[in-house]
């Protein structure tokens, strides 16, 4: 891993490798799926490359494939899984330096000021953020890594 850029992604890729990253989801061929630490959209999650770059286009068309399959595999758990019709992905890296995707289910529940506007609407108007929390948010994690696995490994 490149130290280049120490900063939160770096230190939740090492320790989702060590064991010890409570977000996790699992780990999938491109990266680490986890639970967003602000679940005020339920079931935001991100996929996190490992190994590190710094962006999608430092990777082999193989490795980009890869990376934006695993990000839609997860969108179509979160949609299993929750019940949701439409999922939005986003990939930025302005922030933190280093790939990783956001990954949004989207509710018919929401108020219509968010429910049409990006995600990240919610913290510009200061809406409370919904922290994570490992005992609340074990069950979801549990379902949507079985969905996962059910999409990466199907029976035949």
């Known amino acids: 891993m490149n130290n280049k850029h ?6 939740r890729v090492t320790s989702a ?3 010890e990253n409570k977000t996790v989801i699992m780990k ?4 680490w ?5 602000n679940q005020i959209i339920p079931g935001y999650c991100l996929l996190l490359a490992d190994p590190i770059v710094d962006s999608l286009n430092l990777l082999t068309i193989e490795r980009r494939t890869q990376f934006l399959s695993d990000m839609t595999v997860i969108g179509d758990a979160l949609m299993k899984v929750l019940k949701v019709e439409i999922i939005n992905y986003s990939i930025l890296g302005n922030a933190d330096k ?3 995707a956001h990954i949004h289910p989207r509710y018919e529940w929401e ?6 506007a990006p995600p990240w609407k ?3 108007m200061k809406e409370i953020p919904v922290q994570f929390d490992y005992e609340r948010d074990n069950k979801l994690i549990e379902k949507i890594k079985k969905e996962i696995e059910r999409i990466y490994f199907p029976k035949k």
Not at 28 to 31: E, H, I, L, Q
Not at 111 to 116: A, I, L, R, S
């Open 6 to 11: 120490e900063n939160l992604l770096y230190s």
């Open 17 to 19: 490798q060590k064991g």
């Open 28 to 31: 999938m061929k491109s990266g």
């Open 33 to 37: 799926a986890v639970l967003g630490d």
């Open 98 to 100: 280093g790939l990783h």
């Open 111 to 116: 108020k219509d000021e968010f429910k049409k």
């Open 122 to 124: 919610y913290n510009f």
